[in-house]
Each structure stands twice: as structure tokens, then as C-alpha cells.
């Protein structure tokens, strides 16, 4: 039991890591720039997670950050409530894909949902700079179940039954808290805010910490750019722990970062490369 624990926190922080820093602070808000070995290296460790492929990732939260708790929000839980927004709006994603596939949807080409191919407008217009990588274009057309049974395989040989269900059951909570910060990290009663925004988005710590700092979700939205999410001293926030290390090594460079400080300030603020 004790081993299969401890793969389990090795890959649930690996995929959430992969989410956090490749699909999130790299890709979508291009918080920062590296090699693009280490960029290919982090976001297929993110799509390893069984979130969606980078491209329709993107677009969907570059999306949310458009319209963030209005009424066009995807999975904002202000409209819809807590079940939707943690994995609802998965599922109803899915069933309207079917229907655009049809045709039976075509007029409404523009709205998120129905546009989830990559190359819909909706994709040209919310994530063309991703869409241009030959990469990432392919991780669309490859199915990540296969490299999660390759990868549970390996796992076996490394270490038997405890290292393949670790990889397994990791991929499952990876997916579940990171949509926490869908759901509990825009519900009022939850956390609190550092930043007036015009969303309902909040620091909830518990959050932050199953999400290797995903959850210092107000600050993210008070400062989109900032690679540091954890503003105060006190909130941790390991994906900028590691990030800050990658520009220590001169792995990362033009790393936009903000102290709480900094952000009330609406300076631009950028480290030195």
C-alpha cells in the first residue's frame, strides 16, 4: 500500500505539473519561454494527464479568461452551479461535438462548444499560435489512452502492480483537482481574494496544493501573465518553485512574475532572462 502511494504522489505531481506549467502558464499564457525540447517536454507530460490535447485546451481557457463567470463561460459555476462546473460541461462538450460532427450545428460555427475540431474557427481564433505547431497539431490525432496503457505497462516492469495502479489512479485525480479550480476556485464561501476582478475567481489553498499551485486562483486572474501564482509569502506554489529553478539553470527565460506588491502595481514586471 505504501508504494503504491508513493507512485501515485510521484505521478499525480508529475501530470499536474505537465497541466500547470506546459498547458497552462507555458502554452496558454506564455508566462515564460524555454528550449523548445523542455516546452515539448511539459506539455506532453500535460496531455499525458488525459486533459485534451493542447490545442483545444488553449482555446477553451483562453476563452474562460474572455468571458470568465459571464454567461459564456464554459464552466463557470456561477450559472450553472458546482456539478457542471466541476465535470458537466465535459460531458456536455462531448455530446455536442457529436452533433457539430453531423452538421447538425454548423450555423453556430463561432460558439465554443461546437467548435472543438481544430480547425474551426473557434480553434483559428482563440489558439492559432498553437494550432501552427506541427507538434501539437499531431498530439490531436493521437489517442492519450494508448500512452497511458504504455506508460502503466512500463510502470509494471519498474516496479509491479503498486507503480502500474500509481500511474492509473493518478491520471484520474489529476483530472478531478484540476477541475476543482473550475469549480471551487469560482464559488463564493470558498478561499478568499487578494485582487477585486470582475469574476467571482478565489484563493482556496487546499486547492492550490493537490494543484501544485493552480488554486491561487484569484491572484491568476488579477494577473494572467505572471507565472507566479502564490503572490504572499505564504502561499506556495510549487509550479513556480520549479519554474523559478528552470531560470536559475538558464532553462527559462523572460519569466514574467509578480509579488503581491507588484500586483497591485500595474506595471508589467519581467525577470531577468
Known amino acids: 500500500m ?3 502511494v508513493c507512485w501515485l504522489v510521484v505521478w499525480h505531481t508529475l501530470l499536474c505539473l ?8 507555458l502554452l ?6 524555454c528550449p523548445r525540447w523542455i516546452e515539448y517536454a511539459w506539455v506532453t507530460l500535460g496531455w499525458a494527464a488525459l486533459m485534451g490535447p493542447p490545442i483545444s485546451w488553449v482555446a477553451v481557457h483562453r476563452f474562460h479568461h474572455a468571458n470568465s463567470d459571464e454567461v459564456e463561460d464554459p464552466h463557470s459555476p456561477v450559472h450553472k452551479g458546482w456539478w457542471w462546473s466541476q465535470v458537466g460541461w465535459i460531458a456536455a462538450r462531448a ?3 457529436k452533433l457539430w ?15 472543438y475540431d481544430n480547425d474551426t474557427p473557434f480553434m483559428q481564433k482563440y489558439a492559432k499560435d498553437i494550432h501552427l505547431n506541427p507538434y501539437y497539431r499531431r498530439l490531436d490525432f493521437v489517442n492519450s489512452l494508448i500512452f497511458l496503457a504504455i506508460t502503466a505497462g512500463l510502470m509494471f516492469l519498474v516496479g509491479g502492480w503498486p507503480a502500474m495502479l500509481g500511474r ?5 485525480t489529476t483530472m478531478w483537482v484540476t477541475w476543482y479550480v473550475n469549480s471551487y476556485a469560482h464559488t463564493d464561501g470558498f478561499g478568499y481574494r487578494n485582487f477585486e476582478t470582475r469574476d467571482a475567481s478565489r484563493n ?13 486562483h484569484n491572484n491568476h486572474h488579477h494577473r494572467p501573465l505572471s507565472a507566479r501564482h502564490g503572490m504572499r509569502w505564504w502561499e506556495f506554489d510549487l509550479s513556480w518553485c520549479v519554474i523559478r529553478t528552470m531560470q536559475a539553470l538558464g532553462l527559462a527565460r523572460k519569466v514574467y512574475a509578480y509579488t503581491y506588491e507588484q500586483a497591485l502595481d500595474r506595471k508589467e514586471v519581467r525577470t531577468a532572462a
Open 2 to 4: 505504501l508504494k503504491f
Open 95 to 97: 455530446q455536442e461535438r
Open 168 to 172: 492509473l489512479v493518478a491520471a484520474l
Open 28 to 33: 496558454t499564457h506564455r508566462s515564460f519561454q
Open 18 to 25: 505537465g497541466i500547470t506549467i506546459g498547458y497552462h502558464r
Open 101 to 115: 460532427m453531423a452538421g447538425a450545428l454548423a450555423d453556430r460555427a463561432h460558439d465554443w462548444p461546437n467548435s
Open 204 to 216: 482556496v489553498w487546499w486547492v492550490a496544493l493537490l494543484t501544485q499551485g493552480e488554486g491561487w
